[in-house]
Structure formats: structure tokens, C-alpha cells
């Protein structure tokens, strides 16, 4: 089973950038998206940016459209998360996940069943 590994995060402050990687060797063969998601403490897992292997298709949450773009890289097997304009409320925990969802699950826990450790952002002066 393809296990990601997320890296990147730290302390930023606000209206600074910063860029997540996730490493999932063999899951462009195996699942079909990619996604990100976050979560804060006391608040449940929610939906920021998902891709697709075989096509440039992406989705966002509406909080972090316009501001985060996501990436892959199919060679490495890679997904990448650019975060701009970051503000106080993106501090989380950011997962990366790879599974197969179906148009109504992409933007879902659900939809997805590897995922990583998480690393922790945090967006404060």
C-alpha cells in the first residue's frame, strides 16, 4: 500500500508563502487523485486542493481558491502544495492522501483511504 509522506511545513507569517510536498511512490500506478487536506485542533479534517494523475484537472475549497495551487509531478510520483497570502486561519495539520474518488467524493475524506502523517502549519507574527 503507497503510504505519502508530507514535508514542507513550518511557521510563516501572515500573507507569506509557503510550498508542502508529498512523496507517494507507485500511487500514480494504483490510485487515480490526489489530495490535500487540513485540520485544525478542534475542528475536523476538511478539504483544501485535490488533482488528478491522469488528467491537469484540480479542485479547491473555497477558502484557498485563488491563494494555494496544487501540483504533480507523475515521473516522481509527487504532489505539491504552493500556499500564498497565507493568513492565521490555514494553521493546521496538512495531510496528503491518494485514493480513488469519484466526482462526488474528491473533495472527501471519504474518497481517499492512504494517507500521510501530516505536517504541521503554522501562520503566525
Known amino acids: 500500500q503507497v503510504q505519502p509522506v508530507e514535508s514542507g511545513g513550518g511557521l510563516v507569517q501572515p500573507g507569506g508563502s509557503l510550498t508542502l510536498s508529498c512523496s507517494a511512490s507507485?500511487?500514480?500506478?494504483?490510485?487515480?487523485?490526489m489530495g490535500w487536506f487540513r485540520q485544525a485542533v478542534g475542528k475536523e479534517r476538511e478539504f483544501v486542493a485535490a488533482?488528478?494523475?491522469?488528467?491537469?484537472?484540480?479542485r479547491y475549497a473555497d477558502a484557498v481558491k485563488d491563494r494555494f495551487s496544487i501540483s504533480r509531478d507523475r515521473a516522481e510520483d509527487r504532489v505539491f502544495l504552493r500556499m500564498n497570502s497565507l493568513k492565521p486561519e490555514d494553521t493546521a495539520v496538512y495531510y496528503c492522501?491518494?485514493?480513488?474518488?469519484?466526482?462526488?467524493?474528491?473533495?472527501?475524506?471519504?474518497?481517499?483511504?492512504?494517507w500521510g502523517q501530516g505536517t504541521q502549519v503554522t501562520v503566525s507574527s
Open positions: 492522501a491518494a485514493g480513488r474518488p469519484i466526482a462526488s467524493t474528491i473533495g472527501t475524506p471519504r474518497g481517499y483511504t492512504s
Open positions: 507507485g500511487s500514480s500506478g494504483y490510485y487515480n487523485a
Open positions: 488533482i488528478r494523475w491522469s488528467s491537469p484537472m484540480t
